[in-house]
């Protein structure tokens, strides 16, 4: 492997990468009178073949689908088609203007409107809104619709939002952004919310509830109607996190189980491509009563068949994004749905399914399974009894990993579980990859211990001291 | 098997025996029967690849994409040119197809492109430290708002009649469970008033929030508005177009605290608004209460450069309740884009794409003002966009451009009634003399 300077190193002055347009007008100084102008742009100067060099150089140091299995548990790090990039290209896509007249964009319009029914169905629920931009920006619209909701009825005391100890980080962030307080919910031993204790909880004060279901253990909430009804009853409304919709997409529907609203992660079950961290999308879908606070404005069909923004939303919670959130995202999403049909989707959460159980028992060989029972799209192992018997802790174990050309799984999450390995392996993945990913495992767990704790080995760099780089800042270059 | 589920029958069989499952239906035994599907979801069929492309591109074109005519639209989303370079490293599967970097060892690649991003940022606001992007450039300033009432502990925050109004409705809908009040000053000549600014500011605004160029394209007294703020114990929030950055001072300069910026502009394509990229900066006193993720450079075991995700202790992940922000995904594989354009034109190609926008909305200006009817709404300099007065109403004007394949200029009238019948035109570089001929030609057909 190969030391990359950062790009201003290769900087020389005087270089531009690319054949610049002729400045033929007047000077800056008579077209911009009386404006001062910046002296200095420090940025580098470097030849194309630089660029190209330099950022090919860096991909190769990087892990991603195209290159092995990823088994993040909760991230659903699927094989992303190659149509969804040729058709979100498409010049009648990218090459669109966020403000042209209803009139020029009618494809465009038309897809939305189309994607927000396909969504709606998919949820069981009455209207979607495409606006949020990513998950917890989804998560986000969702509580500010239930507040909305809340404060139309009179209901400003409701304040408090229930959230299970095992919920995604974001769920608490979210409700705490949007001015809720948390009240966590303890899991019981089954690895479900414990419905006691949210009858314990709910009261005139409480605004809802955040689910994910399955949760993040990997569990289905069999208990969600019961749950939904306690919540209901106090006067609170449900809201679901969609980040593990892949496990159900076409098998079962949050509108069917109690919850009023929840977001899609399009990212996730819908095959964007993750591009390093973004961008996603987070389409929120309610029922009926939540529908008239959606985010402003929406796309609606007209009765010549024309599509149009509709005026007026009086009730609506506002604008989430500048524009009309990630269309790029949606024309994705709109093709994964239209190109897998009901039955696609429905072999989706089969085989997702199908593929996590198929590793909990070959894993399960090897380490402890939190719940050991079936589980869902993605399982929690754990690595306490090799913590207490070689002192090969679950972050060994990820790093290992990568020497056997897999990225490590989601480690040390969910909080409730010890040296937690939350592995999902999605549909896309063949039996020969799970075969080869237990063997891996169990490789691992026959190794010298210290092997593993100076893990990895083969990659450009050794053990990474994240320590120091909160310590000693460097989040810029400066020399 | 339909879509993109590689198992054979086989296959499946194989692995339900060594499950011990039956069949396929048992795998979701977990799920009540009640809340199981009884049928198939009500949706079109499936389509092979070849119908999918065919059914995309119908609809894509039923659209008027801007490569068929000039756009003269800006408004916050730009037209500039896409090196050929950007999109092809884009596309690049280590880099498309991975995901967050979490783990620092496989993932050195993106984790570097971040912290060069973090620096070019840096570098073109004049700022001490920037995040790993945002969603857009709205909501970071909704952010930077949040940010600014979390450190002076203030809720009032002065917002110009100038700014974005999208970016004001994201502002308002963002803050609203943070008790945080928006107040706008209104506009004078197409300019945020500085004394009026100054009798509004007092020692419980947050933030005065100054955009530049500002919506109307005009540029703006930015350093007197920063002024303003911190005669008072507020913050100064810019909110620039970066390409304006390549010639006009940046906001470090004139002592923003907190800067922002939608960097769609740099080497991104419109996408009908979105993936955007949001930029985010701020001074370095601040970097502990700045949302978002941030890459650092640190060293491995054996003391070698190294580069990981930082200061995560004020992400939600970690802090949950307690975090300075509830952002997970943002837009890194934009980041990438704009890293890649920034690199690839530099010092020199920057300033002359930005010098040549310059000077095409110029010479558009000059010749639209010679069409009997338009005139310029305000005096004073602007960037790359202007308004002009119309003698018909805009949208009609649009129309009548649409049809010549046309992206007229953005519409005044809902937002700002005040201002009568007005557009704002925009210039990049990919509008030719040609194209600003044809436009005119146009114009005057309709007067």
């Known amino acids: ?479 | 098997m339909p879509g993109y589920v590689p198992h054979t029958p086989e296959d499946q069989r194989g692995m339900l025996d060594r499950i011990g499952i039956a069949a396929m239906d048992e795998l979701f035994a977990q799920i009540p029967g009640n809340l199981r599907l009884a049928a198939l979801l009500d949706l079109p069929h499936g389509l092979s690849e070849a119908e999918s492309v065919r059914h995309l591109e119908g609809i894509a074109r039923t659209n008027l994409d801007c490569g068929r005519g000039a756009c003269f639209r800006g408004a916050g989303v730009y037209r500039h040119f896409t090196p050929s370079v950007v999109p092809a490293i884009m596309a690049r599967g280590e880099f498309l197809t991975s995901y967050t970097p979490y783990q620092p060892e496989r993932s050195q690649g993106m984790l570097q492109t971040i912290y060069e991003f973090q620096s070019l940022v840096c570098r073109l606001l004049g700022m001490d430290a920037a995040n790993a992007s945002m969603y857009d450039g709205a909501t970071a300033l909704a952010e930077a708002v949040v940010m600014a009432s979390s450190i002076t502990g203030r809720k009032r925050v002065l917002i110009p009649a100038s700014l974005h109004p999208a970016y004001y409705d994201v502002c308002r809908t963002f803050v609203q469970g943070h008790g945080i009040c928006l107040e706008t000053v209104p506009q004078t000549n197409g300019l945020t008033d500085i004394d009026d600014t100054r009798k509004r500011c007092g020692n419980d605004v947050a933030a005065v929030v100054v955009p530049q160029p500002n919506y109307f394209g005009m540029i703006e007294d930015a350093s007197g508005l920063a002024s303003v703020a911190h005669e008072n114990g507020a913050l100064a929030i810019a909110v620039v177009n970066p390409m304006s950055m390549a010639l006009l001072p940046p906001p470090g300069e004139w002592k923003a605290d907190i800067a922002v910026a939608e960097g769609q502009a740099l080497g991104l394509p419109m996408n009908f608004g979105g993936p955007l990229v949001g930029l985010f900066t701020c001074r370095k006193e601040f970097v502990r209460q700045m949302p978002g993720r941030i890459v650092g450079g640190t060293v491995d075991s054996e003391g070698k450069r190294a580069y990981t995700l930082t200061l995560q202790t004020r992400e939600q992940h970690i802090r949950r309740e307690k975090a300075s922000s509830n952002i997970c995904s943002n837009e890194a594989l934009c980041a990438l884009g704009v890293t890649i354009y920034l690199s690839q034109l530099g010092k020199i190609g920057l300033r002359r794409v930005a010098e040549v926008s310059v000077q095409r909305a110029h010479e558009a200006f000059e010749a639209i003002r010679t069409v009997p009817g338009f005139e310029p709404l305000f005096d004073g300099p602007f960037f790359h966009e202007f308004p002009m007065r119309c003698p018909v109403p805009v949208a009609e004007i649009n129309t009548k451009l649409a049809e010549r394949g046309i992206i007229g200029p953005q519409d005044l009238g809902a937002d700002y009634p005040e201002l009568g019948n007005a557009g704002v035109f925009c210039c990049t570089e990919m509008i030719s003399h040609e194209d600003i001929a044809a436009l005119v030609a146009t114009l005057k057909e309709i007067r």
């Open chain 1, 1 to 479: 492997m190969f030391d990359e300077p950062t790009i201003f190193e290769r900087s020389r002055p005087g270089r531009c990468g690319i054949n610049l347009p002729e400045a033929d007008g007047a000077a800056l100084e008579t077209l911009l009178p009386g404006v001062a102008l910046r002296e200095n742009l420090p940025l580098p100067e470097v030849s194309e073949i630089d660029v190209v060099r330099h950022f090919t150089r860096l991909s190769q140091t990087n892990f991603g689908i195209d290159l092995g299995m990823y088994p993040l548990g909760s991230c659903t790090m699927k094989y992303n088609p190659r149509l969804h990039e040729r058709v979100a290209a498409l010049p009648g896509f990218a090459d669109l203007h966020p403000t042209q007249s209803a009139s020029t964009c009618q494809g465009a319009l038309r897809l939305l409107y189309e994607l927000q029914g396909y969504l709606a169905e998919i949820a069981g629920m009455d209207a979607v809104t495409l606006q949020p931009v990513a998950g917890a920006h989804g998560e986000m619209t969702g509580l500010l619709l239930i507040r909305a909701y809340m404060r139309h009825r009179g209901e400003t005391a409701r304040t408090q939002i229930l959230v299970p100890d095992s919920a995604h980080g974001t769920n608490p962030a979210t409700a705490s952004l949007v001015g809720f307080e948390i009240v966590k919910i303890p899991s019981n031993a089954r690895g479900r919310v414990d419905v006691d204790a949210v009858r314990a909880a709910v009261g005139e004060r409480t605004a809802g509830m955040m689910m994910t279901n399955p949760n993040t253990l990997g569990l289905f909430e069999d208990q969600i109607a019961e749950i939904a009804g306690i919540v209901h009853d106090a006067g609170g409304l449900m809201y679901g996190d969609g980040a593990n919709m892949n496990a159900i997409v076409g098998v079962a529907r949050p509108g069917d189980m109690g919850f009023d609203a929840m977001h899609f992660n399009l990212h996730k079950t819908f095959t964007t491509p993750h591009g390093g961290g973004g961008p996603g999308s987070g389409p929120v879908a309610v029922k009926a009563p939540l529908e008239p606070f959606l985010p402003a404005p929406r796309v609606q069909r007209l009765d010549d068949g024309t599509y149009d923004w509709d005026a007026g939303r009086p009730e609506s919670i506002g604008r989430m994004h500048a524009f009309n959130g990630n269309f790029g995202v949606l024309v994705r999403a709109y093709t994964y749905i239209r190109t897998l049909g009901p039955d696609g989707l429905k072999a989706v959460a089969q085989n997702s399914v199908l593929n996590a159980n198929y590793l909990r028992v070959g894993v399960g060989e090897k380490y402890q399974i939190a719940y050991p029972e079936p589980c869902m799209h993605e399982f929690v192992a754990s690595a306490t009894e090799q913590k207490k018997t070689t002192g090969v802790r679950t972050l060994d174990i990820g790093k290992r990993l990568m020497d056997y050309g897999y990225h490590p799984m989601t480690v040390y999450f969910p909080l409730i579980v010890p040296e937690a390995m939350m592995i999902e392996p999605t549909e896309t993945e063949t039996r020969e990859t799970l075969d080869e990913f237990v063997a891996a495992m169990h490789a691992i767990a026959a190794e010298d211990p210290e092997l593993v704790k100076s893990a990895p080995h083969t990659m450009p760099v050794k053990r990474v001291d994240e320590v120091r780089a909160a310590r000693v800042l460097d989040i810029a270059w400066e020399g």
